[in-house]
T-cell receptor
Framework: KAGVTQTPRYLIKTRGQQVTLSCSPI?????VSWYQQTPGQGLQFLFE???????NKGNFPGRFSGRQFSNSRSEMNVSTLELGDSALYLC????????????FGNGTRLTVT | GESVGLHLPTLSVQEGDNSIINCAYS??????FIWYKQESGKGPQFIID?????DKRQGQRVTVLLNKTVKHLSLQIAATQPGDSAVYFC??????????FGQGTELSVKP
């Protein structure tokens, strides 16, 4: 069974630009969560989607948004990029988000210059 | 301003010794706890989990202990191997897909 797949693996963007990251969950998993990992703040929850609906949201500004498609694949978007948005963005999936551990992808490394 | 990197606690052990990694969690309402291992360049990898109605759970070479009274979680790794070198995170939740992660502990295994 394939794991959680995130694309691209690396991205370099300039301040003010926007970026879209993609995540394909494990087959059969309907809940997708996104996390931001930085040396300064550690791992922080961004949002969770289940059946195309945002079910939970972390404390990030509105520049961070996401969506989920009918096949459970998810994208997150960051608009008007700031230097502080440089981070490893991790996607995780579970069957229903209510039980069982999250399974993580290897992340997208975003660098904002 | 410029953010300062987290200074991760570090645990250094000799190959073959047992390792104990500790974690204090924050929310007394959390009912599910997970330990993850993260190697360089990879995402967190599930190791073992425990629900709040248990105080101990064992896996292959790993044991998790939960003390709800003092909100403390520990991960014990038996016969630690060089391949166990990584950063270990505890995570807590009572909201399914929303995990709250600890700061992490870097485990270094000396051959």
């Amino acid at each position: 069974k394939a794991g959680v797949t995130q694309t691209p693996r690396y991205l370099i963007k300039t301040r003010g630009q926007q970026v879209t990251l993609s995540c394909s969950p494990i087959s059969g998993h309907r809940s997708v969560s996104w996390y931001q990992q930085t040396p300064g703040q550690g791992l922080q929850f961004l949002f969770e989607y289940f059946s195309e609906t945002q079910r939970n949201k972390g404390n990030f500004p509105g520049r961070f948004s996401g969506r989920q498609f009918s096949n459970s694949r998810s994208e997150m978007n960051v608009s008007t990029l700031e230097l502080g948005d440089s981070a490893l963005y991790l996607c995780a999936s579970t069957k229903d988000g209510a039980t069982g551990a999250l399974h993580f992808g290897n992340g997208t490394r975003l660098t904002v210059t | 301003g410029e953010s300062v990197g987290l200074h991760l606690p570090t645990l250094s052990v000799q190959e073959g010794d047992n390792s104990i990694i500790n974690c204090a969690y924050s929310n007394s309402a959390s009912d599910y706890f997970i330990w993850y291992k993260q190697e360089s360049g990879k995402g967190p990898q599930f190791i073992i989990d425990i629900r709040s109605n248990m105080d101990k759970r064992q896996g292959q070479r790993v044991t998790v202990l939960l003390n709800k009274t003092v909100k403390h979680l520990s991960l014990q790794i038996a016969a630690t191997q060089p391949g166990d070198s990584a950063v270990y995170f505890c995570a807590e939740t009572n909201q399914g897909g929303k995990l709250i992660f600890g700061q992490g502990t870097e485990l270094s295994v000396k051959p």
